[in-house]
């Protein structure tokens, strides 16, 4: 049987346990604090000119950061966001190259910050610059809003007339032919490298841009889809602006052939129905029975 008084003992000593836990777990927080605090002086110093402003303009700031083994460019701008630019603004959100919010420009060329290792770039200083086509918000965030303002432009799948939801059929073999261009994250490194956007201020307005034509190809090879967008490609959204120098291709971090499985067949297919007098012949003939009788003169 327990003896009275003997529970007022045994309560402050397991107090003092869980205090005792609590102050270890309390240090071994701060000593990984204090290590994370260290890591620039304890690794490889990297040098980085990263592009500080805004709108109004800004222009590039040299910093000289520590890096480990393995680490992407990433890493190294949040350990400079944590010691050196607490104000500095980046744009992520993933870290695994699966969202396309990290993306900016290294040494001048359109990548994943979080795709990029050290290890991968030359010696020296590492330039890292907002995306160029884009309109700055504030340092290495941009604003990428007239890409979605161009989704609206996208015709949505066209089932056939009768076939109500649920009713849908499609072969794998059909779904599979259009899964390469499902993989696209929208990190909007193809239009930033397409030298119609990034060059061409005047084609903004009317230039849909290689995104959205692969989205264009997507839908065209939908097993169940009815509409036509050829004519708006040609006419309303700038194909044939594109002079595939496969440059978006290039630096895709999904892998789409963009140019050689997308844009190149489309324009084929845009220019058959607007140029080949045999496709024009034949559209005539199929639909000889719905048109109006020609006038005599």
């Known amino acids: 049987m327990t003896q009275p008084g003997e529970g007022s003992q045994e309560a402050p000593a ?3 346990a869980a205090g005792a836990g609590r102050e270890a777990a309390g240090n071994q927080r701060a000593v990984a604090s204090q290590a994370a605090r260290d890591a620039p002086e304890a690794a490889a110093a990297r040098q980085l000119r990263v592009w500080r402003g805004d709108k109004a303009g800004g222009a590039l700031t040299d910093y000289t950061v520590g890096a480990g083994e393995g680490e992407v460019v990433l890493d190294v701008l949040h350990r400079l966001q944590a010691t050196q630019a607490n104000d500095l603004a980046i744009r992520w959100n993933c870290k ?24 991968s770039l030359p010696e020296g200083p590492i330039t890292i610059t907002p995306l160029r086509t884009f309109p700055v918000i504030r340092d290495l965030v941009t604003d990428v809003s007239a890409n979605y303002d161009w989704a609206l432009h996208v015709p949505s799948v066209a089932p056939p007339d009768g076939l109500e939801p649920g009713e849908y059929r499609m072969a794998q073999a059909d779904i599979d032919r259009s899964q390469e261009f499902r993989k696209c994250i929208e ?9 119609v956007i990034r060059d061409h201020e005047q084609h ?64 084929e297919r845009s220019a058959d129905q607007r140029y080949d007098p045999l496709g024009r012949v034949l559209r005539s003939w199929r639909h000889r029975d719905g048109r109006p009788p020609c006038q005599q003169p």
């Open 14 to 16: 397991g107090q003092q």
């Open 96 to 119: 695994a190259g699966k969202c396309g919010s990290c993306s900016a420009e290294i040494n001048g060329r359109p990548k994943l910050l979080c795709m990029t290792r050290l290890s």
């Open 187 to 195: 990190c909007w490194l193809c239009q930033d490298v397409c030298h």
């Open 204 to 267: 903004k307005p009317a230039y849909a841009g290689p995104r959205y034509f692969i989205r264009h190809a997507e839908l065209d090879m939908h097993p169940l889809d009815t509409g036509d967008r050829r004519g708006a490609l040609r006419d309303q959204q700038g194909l044939g602006l594109c002079n595939i120098t496969k440059c978006c291709t290039e630096v895709c971090p999904a892998g789409i052939k963009i140019t050689d499985n997308a844009i190149i067949p489309m324009k």
